[in-house]
Protein backbone atom coordinates (compact mmCIF):
# COMPACT_ATOMS: atom_id res chain seq x y z
CA UNK A 1 0.00 0.00 0.00
CA UNK A 2 2.58 2.66 0.85
CA UNK A 3 4.13 2.21 -2.84
CA UNK A 4 0.87 3.12 -4.36
CA UNK A 5 1.31 6.86 -4.51
CA UNK A 6 4.78 6.56 -5.60
CA UNK A 7 4.27 4.10 -8.27
CA UNK A 8 0.99 6.48 -9.31
CA UNK A 9 3.26 9.50 -9.32
CA UNK A 10 5.89 7.88 -11.73
CA UNK A 11 3.33 6.95 -14.07
CA UNK A 12 1.85 10.44 -13.86
CA UNK A 13 5.52 11.90 -14.67
CA UNK A 14 6.10 9.43 -17.53
CA UNK A 15 2.92 10.37 -19.28
CA UNK A 16 3.48 13.83 -18.74
CA UNK A 17 6.91 13.96 -19.99
CA UNK A 18 6.16 12.06 -23.16
CA UNK A 19 2.98 13.68 -24.12
CA UNK A 20 4.99 16.98 -23.59
CA UNK A 21 7.38 15.84 -26.10
CA UNK A 22 4.86 14.25 -28.04
CA UNK A 23 2.85 17.73 -28.22
CA UNK A 24 6.12 19.78 -28.83
CA UNK A 25 7.20 17.74 -31.73
CA UNK A 26 4.17 17.85 -33.78
CA UNK A 27 3.62 21.83 -33.06
CA UNK A 28 7.13 22.29 -34.22
CA UNK A 29 5.90 20.75 -37.43
CA UNK A 30 2.93 22.75 -37.59
CA UNK A 31 5.20 26.22 -37.03
CA UNK A 32 7.65 25.05 -39.44
CA UNK A 33 5.15 24.77 -42.34
CA UNK A 34 3.09 22.58 -44.48
CA UNK A 35 5.69 20.65 -45.66
CA UNK A 36 6.74 19.59 -42.21
CA UNK A 37 3.30 19.30 -41.14
CA UNK A 38 2.13 16.93 -44.26
CA UNK A 39 5.11 14.55 -42.83
CA UNK A 40 4.17 14.14 -39.39
CA UNK A 41 0.71 13.66 -40.30
CA UNK A 42 1.38 11.07 -42.68
CA UNK A 43 4.05 9.27 -40.16
CA UNK A 44 1.29 9.19 -37.79
CA UNK A 45 -1.24 7.84 -39.34
CA UNK A 46 1.00 5.33 -40.99
CA UNK A 47 1.96 4.09 -37.02
CA UNK A 48 -2.18 3.90 -36.19
CA UNK A 49 -2.73 2.10 -39.55
CA UNK A 50 0.13 -0.24 -38.26
CA UNK A 51 -1.13 -0.48 -35.27
CA UNK A 52 -4.65 -1.14 -36.30
CA UNK A 53 -3.32 -3.83 -38.65
CA UNK A 54 -1.66 -5.44 -36.00
CA UNK A 55 -4.48 -6.13 -34.06
CA UNK A 56 -6.79 -7.45 -36.94
CA UNK A 57 -3.94 -9.88 -37.82
CA UNK A 58 -4.07 -11.03 -34.50
CA UNK A 59 -7.62 -11.51 -34.65
CA UNK A 60 -7.14 -13.81 -37.58
CA UNK A 61 -8.18 -10.93 -39.95
CA UNK A 62 -5.38 -10.98 -42.98
CA UNK A 63 -6.15 -7.38 -44.38
CA UNK A 64 -3.45 -6.35 -47.11
CA UNK A 65 -1.32 -4.57 -45.24
CA UNK A 66 0.91 -3.40 -47.75
CA UNK A 67 -2.05 -1.48 -49.90
CA UNK A 68 -3.23 -0.10 -46.13
CA UNK A 69 -0.13 1.27 -45.25
CA UNK A 70 0.73 3.27 -48.55
CA UNK A 71 -2.40 4.68 -48.68
CA UNK A 72 -2.53 5.96 -44.91
CA UNK A 73 0.75 7.39 -45.80
CA UNK A 74 -0.45 9.20 -49.20
CA UNK A 75 -3.39 10.50 -47.83
CA UNK A 76 -2.49 13.37 -45.41
CA UNK A 77 0.29 14.18 -48.14
CA UNK A 78 -2.06 14.66 -51.13
CA UNK A 79 -3.31 18.51 -50.10
CA UNK A 80 0.63 19.06 -51.24
CA UNK A 81 -0.02 17.49 -54.80
CA UNK A 82 -0.29 20.14 -57.81
CA UNK A 83 -3.53 17.30 -58.56
CA UNK A 84 -6.85 18.28 -58.03
CA UNK A 85 -9.08 15.66 -56.76
CA UNK A 86 -6.44 13.69 -55.20
CA UNK A 87 -8.08 12.07 -52.25
CA UNK A 88 -10.32 11.08 -54.75
CA UNK A 89 -8.00 9.77 -56.94
CA UNK A 90 -6.25 7.63 -54.48
CA UNK A 91 -9.22 6.47 -52.99
CA UNK A 92 -10.58 4.92 -56.70
CA UNK A 93 -6.63 3.50 -56.65
CA UNK A 94 -7.58 2.10 -53.22
CA UNK A 95 -10.57 0.56 -54.70
CA UNK A 96 -9.08 -1.17 -57.86
CA UNK A 97 -6.07 -2.56 -55.77
CA UNK A 98 -8.25 -4.28 -53.43
CA UNK A 99 -10.69 -5.39 -56.16
CA UNK A 100 -7.58 -6.80 -58.11
CA UNK A 101 -6.11 -8.50 -54.65
CA UNK A 102 -9.44 -10.16 -53.49
CA UNK A 103 -9.94 -11.60 -57.50
CA UNK A 104 -6.74 -13.25 -58.07
CA UNK A 105 -6.27 -14.63 -54.42
CA UNK A 106 -8.53 -17.31 -53.46
CA UNK A 107 -7.58 -17.24 -49.76
CA UNK A 108 -8.64 -13.44 -49.27
CA UNK A 109 -12.02 -12.81 -48.00
CA UNK A 110 -14.68 -10.28 -48.46
CA UNK A 111 -13.99 -9.21 -44.75
CA UNK A 112 -10.23 -8.86 -45.70
CA UNK A 113 -10.75 -6.26 -48.27
CA UNK A 114 -13.11 -4.69 -46.11
CA UNK A 115 -10.39 -3.85 -43.83
CA UNK A 116 -7.88 -3.07 -46.21
CA UNK A 117 -10.18 0.10 -47.25
CA UNK A 118 -11.10 0.48 -43.81
CA UNK A 119 -7.61 1.25 -42.55
CA UNK A 120 -6.62 4.11 -44.42
CA UNK A 121 -9.81 5.85 -44.70
CA UNK A 122 -10.09 5.64 -40.90
CA UNK A 123 -6.08 6.69 -40.04
CA UNK A 124 -5.00 8.05 -43.26
CA UNK A 125 -7.46 10.16 -44.88
CA UNK A 126 -9.66 11.37 -41.46
CA UNK A 127 -5.63 12.49 -40.47
CA UNK A 128 -5.42 14.17 -43.97
CA UNK A 129 -7.99 17.32 -42.40
CA UNK A 130 -4.83 18.36 -40.47
CA UNK A 131 -2.52 18.86 -43.73
CA UNK A 132 -6.01 20.45 -45.45
CA UNK A 133 -6.41 23.02 -42.69
CA UNK A 134 -2.75 23.92 -42.48
CA UNK A 135 -2.56 24.10 -46.15
CA UNK A 136 -5.30 26.26 -46.55
CA UNK A 137 -3.39 29.44 -44.93
CA UNK A 138 0.38 28.78 -45.00
CA UNK A 139 1.85 31.20 -42.83
CA UNK A 140 1.51 32.24 -39.10
CA UNK A 141 -2.40 32.32 -38.96
CA UNK A 142 -2.51 29.07 -40.62
CA UNK A 143 -0.57 28.00 -37.84
CA UNK A 144 -2.39 29.29 -35.44
CA UNK A 145 -5.73 28.19 -37.15
CA UNK A 146 -4.25 24.33 -36.64
CA UNK A 147 -3.01 24.42 -33.52
CA UNK A 148 -6.02 26.14 -32.21
CA UNK A 149 -8.09 22.85 -33.89
CA UNK A 150 -5.76 20.46 -32.74
CA UNK A 151 -5.25 22.26 -29.18
CA UNK A 152 -8.88 22.60 -28.84
CA UNK A 153 -9.20 18.30 -29.22
CA UNK A 154 -5.96 17.97 -27.11
CA UNK A 155 -7.58 19.88 -24.21
CA UNK A 156 -10.78 18.01 -24.51
CA UNK A 157 -9.51 15.28 -23.74
CA UNK A 158 -6.94 16.48 -20.78
CA UNK A 159 -10.12 18.17 -18.76
CA UNK A 160 -12.17 15.39 -19.37
CA UNK A 161 -9.46 13.02 -17.41
CA UNK A 162 -9.15 15.70 -14.98
CA UNK A 163 -12.48 16.00 -14.04
CA UNK A 164 -13.55 13.00 -14.56
CA UNK A 165 -10.75 11.50 -12.37
CA UNK A 166 -12.08 13.83 -9.69
CA UNK A 167 -15.45 14.09 -9.59
CA UNK A 168 -16.46 11.79 -12.27
CA UNK A 169 -19.22 9.61 -10.77
CA UNK A 170 -21.88 8.97 -13.72
CA UNK A 171 -20.80 6.95 -16.38
CA UNK A 172 -20.66 8.04 -19.85
CA UNK A 173 -20.41 4.84 -21.39
CA UNK A 174 -19.67 1.71 -18.50
CA UNK A 175 -19.51 -0.89 -21.44
CA UNK A 176 -17.09 0.32 -23.77
CA UNK A 177 -14.91 3.05 -21.30
CA UNK A 178 -15.77 2.31 -18.06
CA UNK A 179 -13.54 5.32 -16.81
CA UNK A 180 -14.92 8.06 -19.19
CA UNK A 181 -17.88 10.10 -16.98
CA UNK A 182 -20.47 12.70 -17.38
CA UNK A 183 -18.91 14.82 -15.51
CA UNK A 184 -15.33 14.60 -17.47
CA UNK A 185 -17.53 14.58 -20.66
CA UNK A 186 -18.96 18.28 -19.56
CA UNK A 187 -15.25 19.41 -18.19
CA UNK A 188 -14.00 18.56 -21.60
CA UNK A 189 -16.14 20.02 -23.93
CA UNK A 190 -16.58 23.38 -22.41
CA UNK A 191 -12.65 23.51 -22.72
CA UNK A 192 -12.97 23.10 -26.00
CA UNK A 193 -15.30 26.04 -26.77
CA UNK A 194 -13.26 27.69 -24.78
CA UNK A 195 -10.42 27.35 -27.71
CA UNK A 196 -12.48 28.30 -30.21
CA UNK A 197 -13.72 31.32 -28.28
CA UNK A 198 -10.23 32.71 -27.90
CA UNK A 199 -9.78 32.03 -31.44
CA UNK A 200 -12.51 34.14 -32.44
CA UNK A 201 -11.13 37.11 -29.89
CA UNK A 202 -7.97 36.67 -31.28
CA UNK A 203 -9.48 37.16 -34.81
CA UNK A 204 -7.73 33.74 -35.97
CA UNK A 205 -8.47 33.59 -39.82
CA UNK A 206 -11.83 35.72 -38.73
CA UNK A 207 -13.57 32.91 -37.06
CA UNK A 208 -16.74 35.09 -35.56
CA UNK A 209 -18.23 33.90 -32.05
CA UNK A 210 -21.39 32.84 -33.76
CA UNK A 211 -19.23 30.01 -34.85
CA UNK A 212 -16.60 29.67 -32.04
CA UNK A 213 -19.47 28.32 -30.25
CA UNK A 214 -21.15 25.83 -31.99
CA UNK A 215 -17.78 24.40 -33.65
CA UNK A 216 -16.24 23.79 -30.18
CA UNK A 217 -19.00 21.75 -29.15
CA UNK A 218 -19.12 19.82 -32.34
CA UNK A 219 -15.20 19.51 -32.66
CA UNK A 220 -15.52 18.04 -29.10
CA UNK A 221 -18.67 15.77 -29.51
CA UNK A 222 -16.65 14.68 -32.46
CA UNK A 223 -13.24 14.00 -30.55
CA UNK A 224 -15.33 12.12 -27.71
CA UNK A 225 -17.05 10.15 -30.79
CA UNK A 226 -13.49 9.43 -31.68
CA UNK A 227 -12.53 8.03 -28.53
CA UNK A 228 -15.42 5.87 -27.98
CA UNK A 229 -15.24 4.39 -31.43
CA UNK A 230 -11.29 3.44 -30.75
CA UNK A 231 -12.47 1.91 -27.21
CA UNK A 232 -14.93 0.18 -29.09
CA UNK A 233 -12.50 -1.13 -31.56
CA UNK A 234 -9.70 -2.26 -28.75
CA UNK A 235 -12.42 -4.11 -26.70
CA UNK A 236 -13.57 -6.04 -29.56
CA UNK A 237 -9.81 -7.10 -29.52
CA UNK A 238 -9.85 -7.34 -26.08
CA UNK A 239 -6.63 -5.25 -25.30
CA UNK A 240 -6.39 -2.30 -22.78
CA UNK A 241 -4.09 -0.25 -26.05
CA UNK A 242 -3.70 0.09 -29.09
CA UNK A 243 0.40 -0.60 -28.91
CA UNK A 244 3.35 0.62 -26.76
CA UNK A 245 4.90 3.03 -28.42
CA UNK A 246 4.03 6.27 -25.98
CA UNK A 247 4.74 5.09 -22.48
CA UNK A 248 2.36 6.48 -20.40
CA UNK A 249 -0.54 6.88 -23.04
CA UNK A 250 -0.20 3.43 -25.12
CA UNK A 251 -0.36 3.08 -28.65
CA UNK A 252 -0.19 6.27 -31.41
CA UNK A 253 -3.93 5.28 -32.23
CA UNK A 254 -4.43 5.40 -28.75
CA UNK A 255 -3.50 9.26 -28.62
CA UNK A 256 -4.63 9.88 -31.83
CA UNK A 257 -7.99 9.00 -31.98
CA UNK A 258 -10.12 11.94 -30.72
CA UNK A 259 -7.75 13.91 -33.13
CA UNK A 260 -9.02 11.49 -36.21
CA UNK A 261 -12.61 12.45 -35.74
CA UNK A 262 -12.51 16.03 -34.25
CA UNK A 263 -10.08 17.33 -37.03
CA UNK A 264 -11.75 15.60 -40.06
CA UNK A 265 -15.26 17.79 -38.19
CA UNK A 266 -12.91 20.92 -37.56
CA UNK A 267 -12.50 20.87 -41.07
CA UNK A 268 -15.62 19.97 -42.29
CA UNK A 269 -17.12 22.96 -40.25
CA UNK A 270 -14.10 25.77 -41.36
CA UNK A 271 -15.17 24.79 -45.05
CA UNK A 272 -19.25 24.72 -44.66
CA UNK A 273 -18.51 28.33 -42.80
CA UNK A 274 -16.60 29.71 -45.31
CA UNK A 275 -13.72 30.24 -43.38
CA UNK A 276 -11.36 28.26 -45.36
Known amino acids: MSDAKPEGTSKLLVRTIVGAAYAVAIVGCLY?????????VSVMGTLCAWELLRLLRGSGRQPNEMIAL?????????????VRG?????TALLLIACAVWYIYVPRVSFTDVAMTVLVPVYCGFAFSAITSIRYSTP?????????GVMGSIWLNDAM?????????SHKLAPRISPNKSFEGFWGGLVSCVLIWVLMSVLKVRGIKLIYAIPFGLLVGLAG?????FESRIKRGFAVKDSGSL????????DRSDALLFGCMTAYVL???????
Open 70 to 82: VVTALYPLLPLAP
Open 139 to 147: GFEGFLLTF
Open 246 to 253: LPGHGGML
Open 86 to 90: GATLV
Open 32 to 40: VGVAATAVV
Open 160 to 168: AYFVGSRFG
Open 224 to 228: VLGDL
Open 270 to 276: LRLGGIL
